[in-house]
């Protein structure tokens, strides 16, 4: 029955020109190897390189910290009671331990290390791990610049800080920038799974921005976003935010951010010679992917874009091009930023920069490299260097007039891609020519 049912799987992937979606209980293996692959050859070097030898992380159900959820078996979907999970690294001895003070083990990679019997109190149990250690830095996840860091509570943090040692107090500290690269490096396995993501995604947008999806002076663009919404879920993958699909056309309408971001019209009928956008993302095996794209519609006689927005489009791609060759180690996201836009300014590119790293989150930790609102740098998390083995979204936006229109519009870009010791490269290639609606058709002739 099982073979039979992985068959069929297979062949609706086939059949529908769509990778293979893996049945529950093969995904849940994938990621609890991925885990495991991460605690115990990940982790270690992350502890030593931050110079934390030891790492509390504390969550009650329901209230999980978000690193916490990232480090979950595959079966768990929440935290249990209070889960307090402890890490220690001795490099020097060579000790790598990974231990839960909880009533369970916390799935197959750390074991339940609770003895309710000599320590009927949670707290005294893990003040009895951490003497033993006499670790030298604890780290704890709190964190100004980043949520994702922040996910210690204040009420888990004062009892915690009543029970412990006054010798160890002056011990504790942020775990922030541990917490960060733990939640930013992609390992060599999740790398071998992300470009089918990244693939699926514009897959996804290349049949929605289509005449299978879209008939000008009927379909709405709301019609066009749960179209995305249905397809993505019968495909088996979830999505972390609602897509959206915006219209620049020739109209007295201008460009805002926040009307394309947050005020679009639900309703707007989709017309021949509308330019489209579509922002989308879905979520497979914990990872996550963020893509725009556009499409244009023909007008009657047309037979391809105007060349007032393919060129504007080929200033989006340069300005990629300028964002990407940035990327260097260390260096900060507000440098990538300024020098970016510095470089874009003297080609004549209007840029707009909002690039931001992904993983675990659609939004998530790493440098921050420009928001939208925020374009001469963002304090904190764009103060964050950027380290090899890191997934980005190259989200950006490039205006460009265009005289038939009287006005500018905006291409408006977002790709992923991975950043290592070779470089940067696009997960899963980029949008280098908009998408037509219709399709050419080659063997139908005028």
Not at 19 to 30: D, G
Not at 135 to 145: H, L, Q, R, V
Request: proline share 5%.
């Amino acid at each position: 029955m099982k073979k039979y049912f992985l068959l069929l799987v297979i062949l609706t992937s086939v059949c529908f020109g769509h990778a293979q979606v893996l049945p529950m209980r093969e995904q849940a293996k994938v990621i609890d190897e991925i885990l495991a692959d991460r605690f115990n050859n990940l982790l270690p070097v992350l502890m030593e390189r931050n110079g934390i030898d030891l790492w509390v992380i504390i969550s009650r159900e329901y209230n999980e910290d978000p690193v916490i959820r990232t480090m979950l078996p595959s079966t768990w979907i929440s935290a249990r009671r209070r889960t307090i999970i402890v890490f220690y690294n001795n490099p020097e001895k060579k000790v790598f331990e990974k231990l839960a003070i909880a009533r369970y083990n916390v799935g197959e990679n750390i074991k339940a290390e609770w003895d309710m019997q000599k320590f009927p109190d949670q707290w005294d149990a893990l003040m009895n791990i951490i003497t033993t250690r006499n670790p030298k830095k604890i780290g704890i996840n709190t964190s100004t610049n980043f949520g994702h860091a922040d996910g210690l509570d204040h009420t888990e943090y004062n009892e915690m800080m009543q029970k412990f040692p006054a010798a160890f107090k002056s011990k504790v500290v942020s775990a922030e920038t541990l917490a960060v690269n733990w939640l930013e490096t992609r390992t060599e396995r999740e790398m071998q799974i992300y470009p089918q993501l990244v693939y699926e995604t514009r897959k996804i947008i290349e049949e929605g921005f289509s005449e299978k999806v879209i008939t000008p002076g009927v379909t709405t663009t709301d019609d066009v976003v749960w179209w995305f919404r249905e397809k993505i879920r019968s495909m088996g993958y979830s999505t972390w935010f609602h897509p959206s699909v915006s219209v620049q056309r020739n109209d007295p309408q201008s460009f805002e951010h926040l009307r394309s971001f947050s005020n679009r019209p639900k309703d707007d009928v989709i017309q021949p010679g509308d330019l489209l956008h579509v922002d989308i993302g879905i979520t497979y095996l914990r990872l996550n992917t963020d893509v725009q794209e556009h499409a244009y519609v023909l007008k009657p006689g047309e037979t391809e874009v105007p060349k007032s927005i393919r060129d504007a489009f080929a200033k989006a791609n340069r300005l990629q091009d300028i964002l990407t060759s940035q990327f260097k180690k260390d260096k900060t996201g507000n440098q990538i930023l300024a020098d970016a836009l510095a470089q874009a300014k003297k080609e004549n590119i209007t840029a707009t920069i909002y690039t931001h790293p992904l993983g675990f989150h659609g939004h998530a930790a790493g440098p921050t490299i420009g928001l939208w609102d925020q374009q001469g740098g963002v304090p904190g998390s764009g103060d964050f260097p950027m380290n090899y083995s890191t997934a980005y979204s190259i989200e950006l936006n490039a205006a460009t007039d265009i005289p038939e229109w009287k006005k500018s519009i905006r291409i408006m870009l977002e790709q992923d891609g991975y950043f290592d010791e070779n470089g940067f490269r696009y997960i899963g290639g980029r949008q280098k020519e908009i998408y037509l609606i219709p399709r050419a058709n080659k063997h139908v002739g005028n």
